[in-house]
Nanobody, 124 residues
Framework: QGQLVESGGGLVQPGGSLTLSCVAS????????IGWFRQAPGKDREAVAC????????YYKDSVQGRFTISRDNAKNTINLQMNYLRPEDTAVYYC?????????????????WGQGTQVTVSS
């Protein structure tokens, strides 16, 4: 069965950048909707960035608009999240997700596959 394995989290200073990567195995991402979600302690899991399977439509949480970019690399079968100008409030565990039968989903439930989570901590 398909799996998503993510990496790239870590500690970064405010204003810094990180790139999260999520490698898919057992299926091709190019026919899946993809997304990045995050969850801080005591908070609900929330969509950060999502992309339709066609790449025609994307969603960004308002607070990350212009700072984060979601992309897929079909050759590498990976999902990426480029995060720039990071803020302390971006601190959370970040999860990649992929799903079929959905167009552009900003809720967690429709996604079929999830990464294990990677911690992003933004602190001075």
């Amino acid at each position: 069965q398909g799996q998503l394995v993510e990496s790239g989290g870590g500690l970064v200073q405010p204003g810094g950048s990180l790139t999260l990567s999520c490698v898919a195995s057992g299926f091709s991402l190019d026919n899946h909707a993809i997304g990045w979600f995050r969850q801080a302690p005591g908070k609900d899991r929330e969509a950060v960035a999502c992309m339709a399977s066609s790449d025609d439509d994307t969603y960004y949480k308002d607070s990350v608009q212009g700072r984060f970019t979601i992309s897929r690399d079909n050759a590498k079968n990976t999902i990426n999240l480029q995060m720039n100008y990071l803020r302390p409030e971006d601190t959370a565990v970040y999860y990649c997700a992929a799903g079929t039968g959905i167009f552009l989903a900003t809720m967690p439930d429709p996604y079929d596959y999830w990464g294990q989570g990677t911690q992003v901590t933004v602190s001075s």
